[in-house]
């Protein structure tokens, strides 16, 4: 940014040369600027005494107002006010909202994006949330975002693609089926946008999926787990290898080709949007269901689609066509241009698989060189000049709340993981700058510079679980003096705080829990029998000036009692 005086002076080189120096001491201005920003969404930037960021509430106690955030928009998503058109909670149908002038909410005319909603409720509320506070409400939370979309957004039994939830919808309509708001546009600005009616998005199907199978695993009710089958069968069933031969071929001409296509149509299957680097969804339901065959009796011939399924995308990501050598991250969001030939890129689909990856370590015997290169590129590539943000893509480069918070917690992870203070840092100062979108009536704006309209993806179902992931590999930032599960490797089905005695029960027999407790526990069970203190297979304890962290690893049962 140059700063351009009129002078009257008579010689233009003047003009130009005090011109130049007023960008230099501008830039230098820039440089040696603690923050870019003096406030956001409402609230002064709070520093500390290195002109470093620190968080909107309780700035002085790192993580405390990680906590805070979160019940904030959990408790206005859960309050979430109905549309005045068909009565149901705004998140329901509506991607976005807006303020109206007597301080109510109306929803936004913006095409709906129901299935990072819907499955973010399941993460984010019924898993994280609950966990943290004990409060089996946010199940029926969830369910009524899930149950929604199987009645009203699945595809019909017959097609192609059947038996598969939509990602998109029109504005405030209760069926999802695709959005044809930009059917016909004419303007270049939305000419060739968003995904038309009856569109798949392929990535989006195993994004619910996993969704109904957690939520399965939550509940034991068959009916979701059922959903999560006839998703993971469609994946399975569509699934392609690469038919990519670089030999002798134009690169500029080159269509890569991905183990699914992006976007397609679901009555008989047309491809339309080829490309998509975001398959970690998909993985996610597949290698889960691979996982727990045994328990759900999965049919073998279902089990061997899933397995050739899972390895086709495995060894595509690491080709020499996938996303992890070619840095192709693109295909994810529902309402940017189509884009054939790859231009776009995201942050999302890079920190996401680094999650997966961080989750599965065996999987890359480089996670060492991965994990840290996606976080540069991510850092690089979408970093927001002179703060601590993280921009969404370069379709829409607006540094968002839930992106930064998302590459917080990546960095999180990989703290935990190796160590590296670097990372923790990282987090720590991204996490900081999310917490600002954050008002204190549980509105959570999208981006500090984004405007009036307020998305429940952004803002709610994307926001709340990185903060949770975070507290989850950065313990010691959960509030002290309180007893809190901050993670759990296998899903929490039941879990209750009392005074004396905290329990939960899981789904697996197999368990790593991580815990932030007010003091060191007199003894813990599981299915009725002491575990052992200070053994690989047993419970650790590390103390803090107040309290400390309880760290969990049993093979023993699903109920687990920790004697307070």
Not at 34 to 43: E, P, T
Not at 154 to 174: M, R
Not at 186 to 205: A, Q
Not at 523 to 542: P, Q, Y
Request: aromatic fraction near 12%; hydrophobic fraction near 40%.
């Amino acid at each position: 940014m140059c700063l351009h005086f009129v002078l009257q002076t008579p010689h233009p080189m003047k003009i130009k040369i005090v011109s130049l120096i007023a960008c230099f001491i501008l830039s230098v201005a820039f440089v040696n600027a603690q923050y870019r920003v003096d406030s956001m969404c409402g609230a002064k930037v709070m520093l500390d005494k290195k002109g470093k960021l620190l968080a909107r509430y309780y700035p002085d106690v790192p993580g405390v107002g990680y906590v805070k955030v979160v019940k904030l928009a959990a408790d206005f998503l859960k309050a979430c006010p109905n549309s005045a058109t068909n009565k149901l909670p705004l998140y329901i149908t509506h991607c976005s909202m807006y303020r109206d002038k007597k301080g109510g909410f109306y929803g936004s005319d913006w095409p709906h994006n129901p299935i990072v909603v819907n499955a973010g409720t399941v993460q984010s509320l019924a898993i994280d949330w609950r966990n943290y506070t004990g409060d089996a409400s946010w199940i029926e939370v969830a369910r009524k975002a899930i149950d929604h979309q199987i009645v009203h957004g699945t595809t019909p039994s017959n097609w192609e693609w059947a038996s598969v939830p939509y990602a998109s919808s029109e504005a405030g309509d209760i069926v999802y089926d695709g959005a044809s708001k930009f059917d016909t546009a004419v303007t270049e600005e939305n000419k060739g946008r968003g995904d038309g009616s009856y569109v798949l998005e392929v990535d989006k199907i195993g994004e619910m999926g996993i969704g109904y199978l957690k939520f399965y695993q939550i509940t034991n009710e068959t009916k979701y787990l059922d959903e999560a089958i006839k998703c993971a069968d469609a994946l399975a069933k569509h699934v392609r290898k690469s038919t990519n031969n670089h030999k002798g071929l134009d690169w500029v001409k080159l269509a890569l080709t991905s183990p699914w296509p992006f976007r397609v149509k679901a009555e008989k299957g047309e491809v339309l949007e080829d490309y998509t680097s975001h398959t970690v969804e998909n993985l996610r339901l597949i290698d889960e269901l691979i996982r727990i065959q045994e328990r759900i009796k999965l049919p073998q011939e279902k089990l061997a689609a899933y397995k050739i399924a899972s390895e086709i995308v495995w060894t595509w990501m690491y080709s020499s066509d996938g996303p992890v050598k070619t840095s192709i991250w693109k295909g994810y969001f529902e309402d940017i241009r189509w884009d054939p030939i790859n231009l776009n890129r995201v942050n999302n689909s890079p920190m996401e698989f680094a999650r997966y990856v961080m989750k599965n370590p065996s999987r890359d015997a480089q996670i060492s060189t991965t994990v840290p290169g996606l976080v540069w590129w991510v850092k690089t590539t979408f970093g927001e000049p002179g703060m601590n943000a993280i921009n969404e893509q370069t379709g829409c480069y607006l540094p968002m709340g839930s992106h930064t918070a998302r590459y917080a917690s990546i960095c999180a992870m990989w703290y935990e993981l190796s160590g590296d203070a670097w990372f923790k840092e990282e987090a720590f100062r991204n996490f900081n700058h999310a917490t600002y979108m954050a008002e204190p009536d549980g509105v959570i704006q999208t981006g500090h510079n984004w405007g009036a309209e307020i998305w429940f993806s952004d803002g709610y179902t994307d926001y709340i679980r990185h903060f949770m992931e975070g507290l989850g590999a950065v313990p010691e930032w959960a509030p002290a003096g309180e007893n809190h599960l901050l993670k759990s490797s296998s899903t929490v089905q039941k879990i209750n705080y009392t005074k004396t005695k905290l329990t939960f029960s899981t789904f697996d027999k197999e368990t790593q829990a991580v815990l932030r407790l007010a003091a060191k526990p007199k003894s813990i069970m599981v299915d009725n029998k002491i575990l052992a203190e200070g053994k690989s297979v047993g419970w650790i304890w590390t103390p803090l000036a107040v309290g400390g962290v309880l760290k969990i690893n049993h093979q023993s049962g699903n109920e687990v009692s920790i004697n307070l």
